[in-house]
């Protein structure tokens, strides 16, 4: 017999009855505070602070960071709720992804108790947001690179250096940047300091102007000597690169939970409109090219789908390796750009419009290829590790 907790998860066996009412919470909220919203944020380029404190209010904002630090102690199950819900309404202004996901499970694994406890509650709450300052503009994947110097001052460290395609830049009040403490140990010459954006020195950009993610604020940041107490320090001197690597399986693996979800919604778009769409006497999907091209599409998601689910209890059991969340990553990224791809040529002329929201996913899906390590980076992995003997 199947379990009593789990239901209404379309059989995925993954979430309980609590998970799914929580995800109820997560759905009126995107429903009545995001979606209403979204289209202006897109003209603004940047999402009002008072959203990313409703989001605290409601509890989706970081809901597995531990009780002691603000949290709601939750699994991570919780967080997938929330990335899935924002990707089936093609939410993808607020930065909350960046925030729960990268910025907060670094702090959590790496501070120091005293960086903890100042900055992990504000973090639940929205009354900080958190940034990951990794990027520079001479140095992406490859992180010894990173030209950002951080030199001890006493009892600080002062940073001088630039960021570039900084998420949530213009916003963030916290942000974990890369920088070299030692610049001649290469890769373990880089450590992971949590800046206080709020410090002298620390300069905003310009919102940099993109061709989709038009509702997230994505910064230049400027260091000129910044100062950061030594507390603020993430694990040791020259650890940051360790760091990094330890926790880039759960980026990667959060970029294909969105990816899969954004996709799903791509295919059920397409079949509502092409049901209705009214061509040479008969509906789009009469078309056996129509039933043929989104056939196809739904066998490949939702193998995909079982790659991804199978690989979310991976980590929850805290098994998922580095190669698997680049193989993961790989696959399902690349099938979300494919599959909005193909569903907007159904919808003809109105799929150019940003009015409908295949649209939308169309022009938002090309970063998945990128952000979080490109694909070509994930090959190099999975290639490395098929030659490794």
Known sequence: MADPLLRNDGGRGIFSAEHEQFRETVARFVDEELVPNHHQWEKDEVVPREIWKRAGEVGILCPNIPEAYGGFGADWLYNVVIIEELAKKGI?????????????????????????QDVLPKMVTGEYIGALGLTEPGAGSDVKEIRTRAVRDGDDYVLNGQKVYISNGQLADVMVCACKTDPTAGAKGVSLIAVDTH?????????????????QDTSEIFLEDVRAPLHRLLGAEGTGFGIMMGKLAQERLTQ?????????????????????????????????????????????????????????????????????????????????????????????????????????????ARIVRIAGGAAEVMKQIIGRDLFRK
Not at 92 to 116: C, D, N, Q, R, W
Not at 199 to 215: M, P, S, T, V, W
Not at 296 to 321: N, P, Q, Y
Request: proline residues 2%; charged residues 20%.
């Open 256 to 364: 294909a939970v969105r990816s899969i979800c954004v996709a799903e919604a791509a295919i059920q778009w397409t079949v509502d409109y092409t049901a209705e769409r009214k061509m040479f006497g008969q509906t789009l999907a009469d078309f056996q090219n129509t039933q043929f091209v989104l056939a196809e599409l739904s066998a490949e998601v939702l193998s995909a789908r079982v790659f991804t689910d199978w690989c979310i209890k991976r980590f929850l059991a805290g098994e998922l390796t580095g190669v698997e969340a680049a193989k993961v990553k790989l696959v399902v990224t690349n099938l979300h750009v494919k599959v909005v791809d193909q569903c907007l040529q159904f919808f003809g002329g109105y799929g150019y419009m940003t009015e409908y929201p295949i649209a939308r996913a169309y022009v938002d």
């Open 92 to 116: 993808t202004g607020p930065g909350f992804m960046v925030h729960s996901e990268m910025v907060a499970p670094y702090i959590l694994a790496a501070g120091t108790e005293e960086l903890k």
């Open 199 to 215: 410090q002298d020195g620390f300069k905003r950009g310009r919102n940099l102007e993109k061709i989709g993610l038009k509702a």
